[in-house]
């Protein structure tokens, strides 16, 4: 049976008071404990957040170097990361992917980076909306994932956590239906399947893409989606729980 997961990308937004008043508000907030929950604040703010955090919510980083501590101006190491007590990192959102053009290969680095440093990878796959259009939306995930997967060790399998979200579906409103989305799930699944057939039966898998209060519980509902990966709604502190409470 595999827990289920929720994480807050919190991206660009906010400032130190946001922050701080976000936090106070999700310590009031009544959390489901059959929930892992996560926030990702912007990276400058996360010793902070770290220090105001209830128990109760762990803490994620939504990007890492792909490099080892030393000369690289303006990057943070998975070290730095998990030394500020973070858990969980996003790795290859689809915005990272387009405006920084991280390729599948930079996504699989960062992925060895956080398993060395004990933090949880979130990888992050899908689809444009023309992929969509034109049939290739699973040809597309199985090299994402692939990427991932050719690179770490079965034992490290386990660590991963996947997230699927339709590039079309972010910050639009529009959200893949359950259905799509369990199509692609199932096929993320069978993929780490094929590596090892225990850890695809204990990998989280989530979906991203316009999650909002009232849409989670038939996401939510489907076999192989074990929670999401939630922007826009993750910034107030009920709709976030709401999500939450619909993952249990
Ligand atoms: P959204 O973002 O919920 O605002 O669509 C999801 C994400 O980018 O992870």
């Known amino acids: 049976m595999r827990r289920s997961l929720v994480i807050g990308n919190w991206k660009m937004n906010g400032s130190v008071q946001q922050m701080k008043s976000l936090i106070k508000d999700l310590s009031e907030v009544n959390l489901s404990s059959d929930v892992d929950v ?3 604040p912007v990276s400058v703010y996360l010793s902070a957040a770290k220090v ?3 128990k109760n ?3 994620g980083a939504q990007n890492v170097a792909a490099f080892s501590d030393g000369a690289y101006t303006g990057e943070v190491s998975s070290t730095m990361l998990a030394d500020v007590g973070v858990a969980y990192c996003i790795i290859g959102h689809s915005e990272r992917r387009d405006y920084f053009s991280e390729s599948n290969e930079n996504v699989a680095e960062k992925v060895l980076k956080c398993l060395a440093s004990e933090l949880v990878p979130v990888v992050c796959v899908g689809e444009l909306l023309e992929q969509r259009q034109s049939e290739q ?3 597309v995930i199985a090299e994402q994932v692939d990427a991932v997967l050719s690179t770490v060790s079965d034992e490290q399998l386990d660590k991963l956590v996947f997230a699927y979200e339709p590039v079309w579906a ?4 529009l959200t893949a ?7 692609v799930h199932a096929f993320i699944r069978q993929k780490i399947s ?5 850890a695809a039966q204990r990998v989280q898998i989530l979906y991203g893409g316009s999650v909002k209060a009232d849409n989670a519980d038939l996401l939510f509902s489907q076999s192989d989606i074990d929670g999401g990966l939630i922007g826009g709604a993750s910034l107030v502190a009920e709709s976030f729980a709401a999500i939450v409470n619909s993952a249990n």
Do not use: N
């Not at 972010?170 to 409103?173: A, H, K, L, Q, R």
């Open 194 to 198: 094929d590596k090892s057939v225990d």
């Open 52 to 54: 105001l955090l209830p």
């Open 137 to 139: 939306t699973l040809a």
């Open 57 to 59: 919510i762990m803490l």
């Open 170 to 173: 972010i910050g639009t409103g």
């Open 177 to 183: 239906s359950p259905e799509q989305a369990q199509e």
């Open 38 to 40: 996560v926030v990702c």
